[in-house]
Structure formats: structure tokens, C-alpha cells
């Protein structure tokens, strides 16, 4: 079943006039369901993980266009992963739904120096969780000069705390380029959201899918073929194998096509 993202993605492909095509990526087919070449594709290899906290995706236009967008791997990985695009002058009302709900806790991720102090929280509140509301990490997905805009551009967002990460460690992400290493990829930021709200097995799955989605990127890019037994296969095969993920054993490529 397609997910949010490629859903999205979807929708912006029926409304445009011309193909989009990625900038320094391989022109080449791509498979639907992971946006990798054929002979590289990762989706019998894709998480699927029942999570308690949920994830909403705030996309700048072209976000979800991009293949390079790690979003789309967070909609893989949680089930609960919803997305929408932002416009300055409009909002979709599902979205207002869904910070409505009240099964929901919506936080929007965001660094702490950019929101009123009294609004700005570094924990996912356990009084709430204790009260049956289930976090929903709002993220603002796109350039950093986007999620500011987004940021603030969104009076709806207004009315919600502020959760501001303190990582400890730089971007691992490597299919753009970022001025700072402090600047973390969206699936990153995801992944220490989650081990904020407990989902410890969800970050880790998190943290060993985007540098295998890196590697086969790569590869397809440069016409390399897959390494099956490397480190980033082995790492999320032994997270399978703890019970933290569902995945299917894969000996070898999902399958090939002749040039």
C-alpha cells in the first residue's frame, strides 16, 4: 500500500505541467515503491514497525519530488506517518484535524532559539502519555531556509510546544549538501524523537535504514551493483533478527532486469 509521502508525491506529479527531474541524480527508471533503480531496490527490505507516537511531515512543495527525500523513508519505517504540503497563503484542513485530535499530542521539532522560551520544551511530556494522548511529532521538511519559512509562516502552528533536540552527534546523511553538520537529515531528526518517546527499537531501525537507502542510492547512481552482505545490510538484518523489525529474509537482490 502506498504510503503519505508517496501519496503526495503522487498528488504533485498529476498537477504538474513538465517531468520533474532531479538535480545530479541518474535519470534512469525508477522503482515506484522506493524511488531506486530497479536492480537496486530496497523494498523488500523495508521496515514496518507498530509504533505509539506518530509522525506528521510538513513538506515544502518540491520536497516530496526529490528522491533524496528521507521522509519518505520515515513513512516506510512508522505506520503512523502523515504528510502535507505547505503553502504560505492556505493550510489543508486535514492537517487542522489532525492537531485537533485529541487522541494526538502534536510538538513541533524545531530549535528552541526560534520560539517564544515559555513555548519551548526539550522532553515528550510523560503526564500526557500518561493520559492516553499519543506524541505527534510535527517536522518541517525541507532546506533549513524552507523549515524557517514554514516555521514562521504557520500561524496554526502557534498554539503548539516547541520540541527543540539537542543531538549529540553530526549528520551522517551524505546525498546533500550542508554547510553544517549540526543540520540533521529529517529521517535523524525522526529517529530522536522517537527515542525521546520511548520508541527505542523504531530510532534504531530508524538510524540503520538511511545508510542502507545511502548505500543503494549511491550504487544505482555510480552503476555499481549491491553489496547484499554489507555492514548496512547486516546491521538492519540483525535488528530483524532481535524482533525489533519486520522484514523479510532477502538472500540476494529482490530481483534483476537485463540492460
Not at 538535480?23 to 530497479?38: D, H, I
Not at 513555548?119 to 525541507?142: C, E, N, S, W
Not at 549540526?182 to 520511548?198: F, Q
Request: include cysteine; hydrophobic fraction near 40%.
Amino acid at each position: 500500500m502506498p504510503h503519505a509521502v508517496s501519496l503526495l508525491r503522487a498528488t504533485r506529479l498529476a498537477g504538474s505541467t513538465k517531468p520533474f527531474l532531479s538535480r545530479g541524480g541518474f535519470k534512469r527508471e525508477r522503482c515506484a515503491g522506493c524511488r531506486l533503480l530497479p536492480s537496486h531496490c530496497l523494498c523488500a527490505l523495508r521496515p514496518s514497525m507498530d509504533t505509539r507516537a506518530g509522525v506528521c511531515l510538513l513538506m515544502s512543495y518540491i520536497e516530496p519530488l526529490k528522491p533524496t527525500n528521507t521522509g519518505w523513508l520515515i513513512a516506510d519505517v512508522v505506520a503512523d506517518t502523515f504528510a502535507f504540503g505547505w503553502a504560505r497563503t492556505e493550510v489543508d484542513p486535514a492537517l487542522l484535524a489532525l492537531m485537533a485530535d485529541p487522541r494526538w499530542q502534536p510538538y513541533v521539532v524545531f530549535p528552541g532559539q526560534y520560539a517564544e522560551p515559555e513555548r519551548v520544551v526539550h522532553q515528550v511530556d510523560p503526564a500526557l502519555a500518561a493520559a492516553g494522548k499519543r506524541p505527534l511529532f510535527i517536522l518541517l521538511d525541507g532546506t533549513w531556509s524552507e523549515a524557517r519559512k514554514m516555521f514562521s509562516r504557520s500561524p496554526y502552528l502557534n498554539g503548539l510546544p516547541v520540541l527543540s533536540l539537542q543531538p549529540d552527534q553530526a549528520t551522517q546523511y551524505r546525498l546533500r549538501r550542508s554547510g553544517r553538520d549540526d543540520h540533521l537529515c529529517t529521517s535523524e531528526v525522526a529517529a530522536l524523537c522517537m527515542d525521546l518517546a520511548g520508541e527505542h527499537a523504531v530510532a534504531r531501525t530508524l538510524d540503520a535504514y538511511l545508510p542502507l537507502f545511502t548505500e543503494h542510492y549511491l550504487l544505482a547512481k555510480n552503476q555499481q551493483p549491491v553489496v547484499w552482505d554489507s555492514p548496512a545490510h547486516q546491521r538492519l538484518q540483525a535488528l530483524r533478527a532481535g524482533g525489533e523489525t519486520r522484514i523479510p529474509a532477502v538472500p540476494g537482490p529482490p530481483y534483476t532486469e537485463s540492460e
